[in-house]
């Protein structure tokens, strides 16, 4: 079946520093992929999606590209903030299973950066 | 901005108890989801429900479990009977088109004791 692979966390940068955190997925067909973040004490965002290859998702400051030749989807920021602390999901949904896609997660990691 | 709520944010409950979940969704959303997350391991997905009725369900959604949506507003998960492997952080989600764009709560922490 479907599966996402993330990077083992923690993770912990100083400000200002570039951010890679690395995620691979497993998918028959062509899945739609995901970044969400969880703030500390909040419910899962939606950070940023690509529903197809070579497709780039953009938001606050982090991308991530639909790499189809990797199967990944790695999450990049040029400079992280104290602010992007919080723990980050990747996932894919399979949209030929219809309008009620479920999402598949990857396990999370957690990012602290210091000030 | 609209909000998916969940409570309790914490339950703790004896093993063998039933336990309610409640989740109140966005209001003009129409599918609904239960995600859940034991500790250091991945979002699980249990569970989606559209128009009264199950549209999918995992392998770990067993006879335990059951969902609802009572009325016009609340969304609740029950485990009949719940085990310590029960023990998770349990998520809620709504949308709008069902394919992405979900809303998710901020989860219940249960505890089974």
């Known amino acids: 079946g479907d599966s996402v692979t993330q990077m083992e966390g923690p993770v912990t940068l100083s400000e200002e520093a570039f951010l890679t955190i690395n995620c691979t997925y497993t998918a028959t067909g062509y899945p739609s992929l995901f970044w969400y973040v969880q703030y500390p004490g909040e419910g899962l965002q939606l950070l940023l999606k690509?529903?197809?290859?070579?497709d780039k998702g953009s938001n606050k400051g982090f991308e991530a590209t639909y790499r189809k030749e990797t199967t990944s989807f790695h999450l990049e920021k040029g400079s992280v903030q104290v602010s992007d602390s919080a723990v980050y999901f990747c996932?894919?949904?399979?949209?030929?299973?219809?309008?009620?896609?479920?999402?598949?997660f990857g396990k999370g990691i957690t990012l602290s950066v210091r000030p | 901005e609209p909000e998916v709520t969940q409570t309790p944010s914490h339950q703790v409950t004896q093993m063998g108890q039933e336990v309610i979940l409640r989740c109140v969704p966005i209001s003009n959303h129409l599918y609904f989801y239960w995600y859940r997350q034991i500790l250091g391991q991945k979002v699980e997905f249990l569970v989606s429900f559209y128009n009264n009725e199950i549209s999918e369900k995992s392998e770990i959604f067993d006879d335990q479990f059951s969902v609802e949506r009572p009325d016009g507003s609340n969304f609740t998960l029950k485990i009949r009977s719940t085990k310590l492997e029960d023990s998770a952080m349990y998520f809620c989600a709504s949308s709008t088109t069902g394919n992405y764009g979900y809303t998710f709560g901020s989860g219940t922490r249960l505890t089974v004791v």
């Open positions: 690509a529903t197809k290859a070579d």
């Open positions: 996932a894919l949904s399979d949209p030929r299973t219809g309008a009620n896609s479920k999402l598949t």
